[in-house]
């Protein structure tokens, strides 16, 4: 591809059209508290498991909402279900379980794949 | 020789049930472990024997258990298996005792009354029959329980998790058709020949006043007997199992053998066992305190036995245990539930009939996400050395002044000890297998223990009951585990902890997970004692609630958290203690949020009521702290 | 004799201060520059928080002065108020004058226009609509697109107009925010089916149950909300809208196709309003509000005496604060004619 | 789509641009890059208009370049214009008249910051004496080279012998009008139409039978961007910027791309070519380029100038489709003539770029 000495470099751009974002129907239907998280990074300033490495909740929920899938089904295990998101989240967002469902729903996924 | 067509679907259903009772018992005998299998054959024909034949006498038959619980549903199930089994029993020695010959054929004593319709006119025989028709009015009393109690729970609205299947109701009005059909029958066949005791001779007589008893007795035994003989043959493929069931179940606990972690033929002999009582429904606080009534333990069996998707079930469970202490039968609900949890989706197959008789071993394949390791973030962890360890676990990292107690009362102390999770550790695991992620949770059981065991340490301190019971359960760590509590004992009954005595009036919550969990009742209560005046609730020990926080539930709401934490501090806090205490920072938090009582961790009203002398040596002091490395 | 007190302007601060001032006794005239009284409110199908129809406000005040001797002057623009002796006068665009005791000035606000944000297409681009054109859909009780289609999905740019230093102006409107929620749960009660998603730069949920409202439409209707102010907007082959925005909280550029969009335009110092001030000499702010005399105790008192403020001509304002600020300034009004030696 | 509404906001962006006596100051690279182009440009102002355009030989770079790729100083960049000022003065002119966007966009942040910072002017000023004794007056007019072909579009039209139709279906050619980002972006007021809508060249095309293209990606950068295809590393930058326009006005069919910048269409033509190098794709109908034009050309091409003198030879992305559907006579042998002799040139060799 680098025929010149350079490659066209890959868009940026969430493309909210293309993307799929039936996983996170998946788990706003299963769990509604879901959908009322406001970004507000509480999960991530608390988390265990981001003390050791960037992961951040907030981050993998609005990527999921945008259907940018893979980055959260790359990072999603790194989560220890240790439940102190649940208890400071403000919104009452039972943050546990949309992990869970989120990873059950990648694992449907791959299921289906194959 | 006494012989009719009639007794021949009996005898089908006599024999098959009997047979099958011993092919399933050999399966499941065959399907136990190695050692279980040794554990089994010792218990059979050792001590432990004599224990279990108790025990089906007492749980079984009397259903002493349930009694307690709740006197007429005990009323309900004795009258029915105590009195059916009096009733088998007295009507054998009738058999022996009046009838032609001695060492009948079961058919014989069952209908005794048609083979020998002379019989009990007078004298003992009159007595006999007495207590022949008092059985069966026992029988026949629970049996109106039993409908009234369906029919009433279908009037209130009660929700049934699954439709009865065909067979399972042909299943069902067979065993309601067989007390009543052997009533009529009885009846008739007395109104003709003019015997019978108070309740046969009497309905008999009366029947026999305006019909011809001596024809209409003939369609009723025959009735009696197909229904025996098809509750008998459908048996196993309804709830009823759970009659033999619980008897191979009771030599096999009797044995020694336990759920563990593993599936298998105790935990499908167990799955079996359940008699759809209800008792785990009623100790529920889903149930009680929000309304969640179709989740319990018993809908779980229920759903397991019927091959369906329990997912959703499994997961809605707050893990407090409170239905294993309940349960009559004494199924190990929540390791069960935690198996159910690993094995994640399962498919509903609609199973036939042959494989309902012999159904697969279930299959309980853990969920798999990816084969990369989760957490291979982690830091290589740096050695440090101490003789006590200090664990503090990631809720109390979010309830700072339960850690500044505990590192107050070991400086007071004077142990020599290190904080290993100061600066925020890594998660127990507890978590994880609560979710049924046992492959991820052993990740972070490995890098815990190799912190601990770098240590060197030979005593572990948490403040986490959830984490207390991980370390003990599912670490291989050779070295003393510790709740805080314990340790604070220790540290009293030691004297190398002075405490001042706080006249408060104190009510303690038993978390689950340091509870039921880990069976620690009593030092949490001593630690109390020793320094406030500790009262009594009415859910004390094995009866605590859950504060609602679990872990273990991820499935309901936050409202409907809250709703159990406010139901469970109202009820502890009934006789207005000055101090609701727990030793659990999950459950501190959770019901410091639902009552207007101040909450409190021991550890947090032992640093309160420290000595002074002994804070003189207080090394948290800012001023004279020397700072140690970051340990992780 | 009873004094005489002008209200410039029939909207909800006009009308709830002529008639409590009516009340109080005084002889009150008020010119409206429209064929009717209401102002804004006439076209506000629902109100927030509790989405109550607008029209149970208009007719509030339509017992509030029915039966009273309040003077209406309709279809008249007041453009100065003068100052003659101890007395005030107010002349009208036609040169007509009015003699008063006190005037109360409740000229409003006009809602901002959103052709001003080139970038968005109002009126270019055929379904890029405003929020009064969207109230107007409910009023009708038909939301559909230019083609007559039923929208799938529907944007909200907040801040049309707010807190945007391009368009002059640098204050929050204060309401759109909360307007857009209650526009999107609309949208939800009127097509069913419709994804809804609001832009926004902050969410300003200040007010008594706007955050309740908030989490409804989030977890009842199912809005989504992202954070973001919309840059661009173009026209796709299709005719559907394309939106380019930052998902600020994503980190990432974001495009996304549209049925509709609703432009939350903010609220401006009115046109009637601005030549008022120039010509009678009332002091205006950098947002070009009237300013009153003191923010925090003289919000009601111009820089004039006798003359006074009701409403949204000093500051954005919902229909609660508009009402309080309304009595507040006849209370001022009172106490200012009971001390006149007049 | 609203046209009305278009309009509108066109009524609010107009300018005043001089009417004759113009100073006329080149564009280094589109001598370069499309030489016939401002050749075309004098020789429509003076021979078909009449006007009067003065060209000084001492004309220099503005620095703009340099000052957008971040190696020129702004007061450096001042002086330099100053300078340019000077020579118009000296010249006697007034009207100011860049072919370059970029000048023209430098020239008016000079002069607003000017007008804004007299202090700055003052500096200049001695600057500019210092160095080079010369004295200048700012211009009465400053007007981007298309500001004067729009302003005169209709005069054009009316000497025109083509059109922008298609001779065969005698349907208006569907034009995309790309403009450079510093013709209205830096100051929306100073460019004909505004920066959200431009109307410079959307004027032309309209006056002279087309039909604009209004594309979601019509605000984008065609790629140039200076710091991006400066440095060979960041090429793919600059190269999926021009991507991101093709994809998104394909779908629109559109038969040619008119310009004001030098970069526009160079970037425009040359990435057309790189882009089907690297990834085979073409954006035109039946797997052809897509032609980019200077809005000189297409002026030159509808009064019936010969394609070849316009330079259009020079354009990676063959035009002749456009030729053809206007119905040009030209001679496709004449393509490469260099001096009467005609040299065969394989248009599809690698070049270094």
Redesign the interface.
């Known amino acids: 591809m680098d025929k010149f000495g350079f490659a066209i470099s890959q868009q940026r751009q969430i493309d909210f059209e293309a993307n799929r974002r039936d996983i996170a129907e998946y788990i706003s239907e299963k769990e509604p508290s879901f959908r009322v998280c406001i970004e507000c990074g509480c999960c991530a300033a608390t988390c265990t498991t981001g003390n050791f490495t960037p992961f951040s909740l907030r981050e993998l929920l609005i990527l999921l909402k945008r259907g940018e899938n893979d980055k959260v089904r790359d990072n999603i295990n790194k989560c220890m279900l240790c439940g102190k998101c649940t208890l400071v989240c403000p919104r009452g967002v039972n943050t546990r379980n949309v992990i869970s469902l989120a990873r059950e729903a990648f694992q449907d996924r791959i299921k289906n794949a194959v | 020789m006494q012989f009719d067509p009639f007794i021949i679907p009996f005898n089908i259903g006599l024999y098959f049930i009997l047979i099958y009772a011993v092919v399933r018992s050999v399966m499941w005998f065959r399907d136990l472990s190695k050692q279980d299998k040794l554990r089994l054959q010792r218990g059979f024909f050792g001590r432990s024997f004599g224990q279990s034949l108790k025990e089906i006498f007492m749980e079984s038959l009397l259903h002493r258990k349930i009694f307690k619980t709740n006197f007429r549903l005990g009323y309900m199930h004795m009258s029915l298996a105590f009195g059916w089994f009096l009733l088998i029993l007295f009507g054998t020695l009738e058999a022996d005792i009046f009838g032609s010959s001695h060492l009948n054929a079961p058919y014989k004593a069952i209908f005794f009354k048609y083979f020998n319709p002379d019989h009990g006119r007078a004298g003992f025989e009159a007595v006999w029959s007495f207590v022949m028709d008092f059985l069966l009015a026992v029988i026949l009393s629970g049996l109106i329980i039993a409908i009234i109690k369906r029919l009433y729970s279908r009037i209130v609205g009660m929700k049934k998790t699954t439709k009865l299947r065909p067979l399972d109701k042909v299943a069902l009005t067979s065993l309601w058709m067989i007390f009543p059909s052997r009533l009529i029958a009885e009846s008739f066949t007395s109104g003709a020949y003019g015997t019978g005791s108070f309740l046969t001779g009497s309905l008999g007589s009366w029947l026999a006043s305006f019909l011809p008893a001596h024809e209409m007795a003939y369609p009723f035994w025959w009735l009696y007997s197909l229904s025996l003989g098809t509750f008998f043959v459908l048996l196993p493929l309804t709830r009823y199992m759970h009659i033999p069931t619980e008897l191979f179940l009771i030599f096999a606990r009797n044995s020694g053998i336990t759920t563990g972690d593993k599936a298998g033929a105790f935990t499908d002999i167990q799955t079996y066992s359940c008699s759809s009582c209800g008792i785990c429904i009623d100790a529920c606080q889903l149930n009680f305190s929000t309304g969640i009534t179709n989740i319990q333990s018993a809908y779980l069996l229920k759903g397991i036995r019927n091959n369906e998707n329990v997912k959703d079930i499994a997961f809605n469970c707050l893990m407090c245990g409170r239905c294993d202490q309940k349960c009559p039968v004494g199924i190990e609900l929540t390791p069960i539930r935690m198996l159910r949890r690993r094995a994640g989706e399962t498919e509903h197959v609609e199973k036939s009939i042959l494989k309902r008789y012999f159904p697969d071993k279930p299959s309980f394949n853990p969920v798999k996400v990816s084969e990369k390791p989760s957490f291979d973030f982690l830091p290589s962890s740096r050695p440090v050395k101490a003789d006590v360890v200090y664990f503090a676990g990631c809720m109390t990292h979010l309830t700072p002044s339960i850690r500044n107690s505990m590192i107050k009362i070991l400086d007071a102390s004077g142990v020599k000890y290190k904080f290993i999770d100061e600066n925020g550790g890594v998660c127990c695991g507890r978590p994880l297998m609560l979710a049924g992620q046992d492959k991820e949770a052993r990740e972070l059981i490995n890098f815990n223990s190799k912190l601990i065991l770098k240590s060197g340490a030979q005593t572990l301190v948490t403040s986490c009951p959830i984490c207390y019971k991980v370390f003990r359960e599912s670490y291989y760590l050779d070295i003393e585990v510790l709740h805080h509590t314990q340790f604070i004992k220790n540290l009293i009954d030691e004297g190398s902890l002075k405490l001042n005595f706080m006249r408060k009036k104190v009510v303690y919550h038993t978390p689950c997970d340091l509870g039921r969990g880990s069976g620690v009742y009593d030092e949490p209560r001593d630690v109390l004692r020793y320094v406030s005046r500790l009262q009594k609730t009415d859910f004390d020990n094995e009866n605590s609630l859950c504060c609602g926080g679990s872990l273990g539930n991820m499935k309901i709401s936050y409202k409907q958290k809250q709703i159990i934490a406010a139901d469970a501090a109202a009820r502890l806090t009934k006789d207005n203690p000055e101090i609701l205490a727990t030793s659990c920072p999950l459950c501190k938090k959770t019901l410091a949020a639902a009552t207007e009582t101040k909450v409190a961790d021991i550890a947090e009203i032992v640093a309160e009521a420290i000595m002074l002398p002994n804070l003189m040596k207080e090394k948290s002091n800012p001023m004279l702290i020397v700072k140690e490395p970051v340990t992780i | 004799m009873k004094k005489h007190v002008i209200v410039i302007g029939g909207g909800p601060a006009g009308m709830e201060a002529a008639g409590q001032l009516i009340k109080n006794g005084y002889d009150v005239s008020l010119f409206e520059k429209d064929k009717t009284t209401g102002g804004h409110l006439n076209e506000w199908f629902k109100l927030f928080p509790d989405r109550r129809a607008g029209s149970e406000v208009l007719d509030y005040y339509k017992n509030l002065i029915s039966g009273k001797d309040l003077k209406i002057i309709n279809s008249t623009v007041v453009e100065k108020v003068g100052q003659s002796g101890g007395s005030l006068t107010v002349s009208t665009k036609e040169g007509i004058e009015h003699t008063a005791d006190a005037v109360v000035i409740a000229t409003g606000f006009d809602l901002f226009k959103s052709t001003r944000k080139e970038e968005y297409g109002y009126e270019i681009y055929d379904n890029v609509i405003s929020s009064a054109d969207l109230e107007a859909m409910f009023r009708k009780g038909a939301v559909i697109t230019s083609e007559g289609k039923t929208p799938k999905n529907v944007g909200f740019v907040h801040c049309v107009g707010s807190r945007d230093e391009k368009v002059g102006n640098l204050y929050c409107s204060k309401l759109c925010c909360i307007t857009a929620v209650k526009q999107a749960i609309e949208i939800k009660e009127h097509v069913p089916g419709t994804k809804v998603y609001c832009f926004y730069m902050d969410m300003r949920m200040g007010g008594a149950y706007y955050e309740e409202l908030y989490r409804e439409a989030q977890e009842e209707w199912g809005v989504n909300f992202i954070r973001g102010k919309v840059s661009e907007v173009s026209e796709s082959i299709n005719n559907r809208l394309i939106v380019k925005v930052e998902d600020t909280l994503a980190g990432r550029p974001l495009k996304m196709e549209l049925d509709m969009l609703v432009l939350m335009a903010g609220m401006e110092m009115s046109e009637a309003g601005k030549k008022l001030a120039s010509l009678t000499g009332l002091k205006t702010g950098d947002n070009r509000f009237f300013s009153p005399a003191d923010h925090h105790y003289g919000s009601n008192r111009s820089n004039i005496s006798g003359i006074f403020y009701a409403g949204a001509c000093t500051m954005p304002m919902n229909i609660t604060e508009t009402i309080s600020h309304a009595r507040a300034a006849v209370a001022d009004v009172i106490d200012y004619l009971k001390d006149s030696k007049r | ?2 046209i ?3 309009r ?2 066109w009524s609010e962006y107009q300018k005043e641009i001089a009417d004759d006596k113009y100073y006329y100051v080149r564009s280094c690279i589109r001598q370069n890059f499309f030489p016939g182009s401002e050749v075309a440009f004098l020789k429509i102002m003076r021979e078909e208009l009449k006007k009067d355009v003065h060209e000084h030989p001492c004309h220099t770079t503005c620095s703009g370049i340099g000052y957008h790729g971040d190696v020129v100083p702004v007061e450096t960049a001042m002086t330099v214009v100053a300078r340019q000022f000077a020579l118009m003065t000296e010249a006697g002119y007034t009207n100011y008249v860049p072919s370059c966007i970029t000048s023209f966009g430098l020239y008016t942040e000079v002069l607003e910051t000017w007008h804004h910072f007299p202090d700055v002017e003052q500096k200049v000023r001695q600057q500019l004496k210092k160095a080079t004794g010369r004295e200048f007056e700012v211009p009465k007019n400053l007007a981007h080279a298309s500001d004067i072909i729009f302003k005169f579009r209709k005069e054009i039209a009316a000497k025109a012998k083509y059109k922008l139709i298609n001779k065969n279906t005698g349907e208006p050619l569907k034009v995309v009008d790309h403009i450079g980002c510093h013709y209205a972006k830096m100051f929306p007021s100073k460019g004909v139409g ?4 431009p109307y410079v060249l959307a004027g032309m095309v309209e006056e002279w039978g087309g039909e604009v293209i ?6 984008h950068c065609c790629g140039f961007g200076f710091r991006q295809y400066l440095v ?6 600059s ?2 910027c021009s ?2 326009k093709f994809e998104s006005m394909q ?2 069919k559109p038969d040619m791309i008119i310009t004001n910048c030098p970069g526009c269409p160079m970037f425009l033509d040359r990435w057309q070519y ?2 089907n ?3 085979g794709k073409r954006y035109g109908k039946d797997g052809e380029g897509i032609p980019v034009f200077t809005y000189e050309e297409v002026a030159g091409l509808i009064l019936g100038y010969d394609p070849w003198d316009l330079g259009l030879q020079m354009h990676q992305t063959d035009c002749e489709p456009v030729l053809e559907k206007m119905g040009i006579d030209y001679n496709p042998d004449m393509k490469y003539e260099i001096n009467g002799t005609i040299t065969k040139v394989n248009s599809r060799v ?1 070049l ?2």
């Open positions: 789509m609203k009305e509404g278009k509108a906001i505004g920066a959200e809508y209004d594309y979601p990606e019509r605000r060979q590393a960041n090429r793919g930058f190269v999926a991507k991101e779908p629109f790189v882009i190098e690297m990834e690698s270094s770029i």
